[in-house]
């Protein structure tokens, strides 16, 4: 079992920064691939930044030179980076710790974008 808290969402204006942050608690932490999911009102959730267990990562075209995805596992901990951030990235952002069996999901923190 593994239980995930995300923090560090909140209003940002156009062009601005903010990191998110999922930590997770259970042993176990380095096998999981993490991800990061997105959700805005009347949307389906869609993946927007991954990274393996072994520190690869993927990116949603639309995210692609903004964002970054980090890892520490010593921490049980991680991370997207949100850079130049746009009205479209207004959202509830999502983690997701996942194997070939199991998916574990936070609650959510809110990204508004707005000037």
């Known amino acids: 079992q593994v239980q995930l808290v995300e923090s560090g969402g909140g209003l940002v204006q156009p062009g601005g920064s903010l990191r998110l942050s999922c930590a997770a608690s259970?042993?176990?932490?380095?096998?999981?691939?993490m991800a990061w999911y997105r959700q805005s009102p009347g949307k389906q959730r869609d993946v927007v930044a991954a990274?393996?267990?072994?520190?690869?990562?993927n990116y949603a075209d639309s995210v692609k030179g903004r964002f970054t995805i980090s890892r520490d596992n010593a921490k049980n901990t991680v991370y997207l980076q949100m850079n130049s951030l746009k009205p479209e990235d207004t959202a509830v952002y999502y983690c997701?710790?996942?194997?070939?069996?199991?998916?574990?999901w936070g609650q959510g923190t809110q990204v508004t974008v707005s000037s």
């Open positions: 997701k710790a996942f194997n070939f069996a199991y998916n574990y």
């Open positions: 259970g042993s176990m932490f380095s096998i999981y691939h």
């Open positions: 990274i393996t267990s072994s520190g690869s990562t």
